[in-house]
T-cell receptor
Framework: GIQVEQSPPDLILQEGANSTLRCNFS?????LQWFHQNPWGQLINLFY???GTKQNGRLSATTVATERYSLLYISSSQTTDSGVYFC???????????FGKGITLSVRP | EAGVAQSPRYKIIEKRQSVAFWCNPI?????LYWYQQILGQGPKLLIQ????????DSQLPKDRFSAERLKGVDSTLKIQPAKLEDSAVYLC???????????FGDGTRLSIL
């Protein structure tokens, strides 16, 4: 099956710093989503981005499908950005999602 | 728009007992998913429904897990009998269709004693 690798596995930032989270995948995909899992376990949609670039406030994402990677940018980080960030890619006719292992982000005040 | 509803939020049972989880998807969403998330890992798809038909259950341990979506709306996932390794968060998600974004409920945290 498809492999999804996220890096770095852990990230510690000072409040106000910027960061880039990476997702590499091993095959063609027809769906890609970024999620934020907060400390309460809720999985929040950030972006649906099988290709191209999108922005939502301090967050933006870029997927280069031909090179099989996606990037999530967080600018001016806040403590509420802490949690685990998952990349999930969809393949096949039913676009079955396969998740990466996640990136644990801690933003210090 | 109301989100994906799941219940219960927490469940503690002893091994070999049975347990059931309930999910109500976002109104109008034809596709419903059940995921298992073990601590420290990403969610893993257990079963996918399109309306009330199963389209993928390749990772569902069918000797102990079962799921149904009888009227094409809400769904139940059952484990019988439970094993210690079933301790996890069970997440339900829905989407309008296969290649549309999936939206997740808050999950049910299951602990097996």
């Amino acid at each position: 099956g498809i492999q999804v690798e996220q890096s770095p596995p852990d990230l510690i930032l000072q409040e106000g710093a910027n960061s880039t989270l990476r997702c590499n995948f091993s095959d063609s995909v027809n769906n890609l989503q970024w999620f934020h899992q907060n400390p309460w376990g809720q999985l929040i949609n950030l972006f649906y981005i099988p290709s191209g670039t999108k922005q939502n406030g301090r967050l933006s994402a870029t997927t280069v499908a031909t090179e099989r990677y996606s990037l999530l940018y967080i600018s001016s980080s806040q403590t509420t950005d802490s949690g685990v960030y998952f990349c999930a890619v969809g393949t096949g006719a039913n676009s079955k999602l396969t998740f990466g292992k996640g990136i644990t982000l801690s933003v210090r005040p | 728009e109301a989100g994906v509803a799941q219940s219960p939020r927490y469940k503690i049972i002893e091994k070999r007992q049975s347990v059931a989880f309930w999910c109500n998807p976002i109104s109008g969403h034809a596709t419903l998913y059940w995921y298992q998330q073990i601590l420290g890992q990403g969610p893993k798809l257990l079963i996918q429904f399109q309306n009330n038909g199963v389209v993928d259950d390749s990772q569902l341990p069918k000797d102990r897990f079962s799921a149904e979506r009888l009227k094409g709306v809400d769904s139940t996932l059952k484990i019988q009998p439970a094993k210690l390794e079933d301790s996890a968060v069970y997440l339900c998600a829905s989407s309008p269709g296969g290649r549309q974004p999936q939206h997740f409920g808050d999950g049910t945290r299951l602990s097996i004693l």
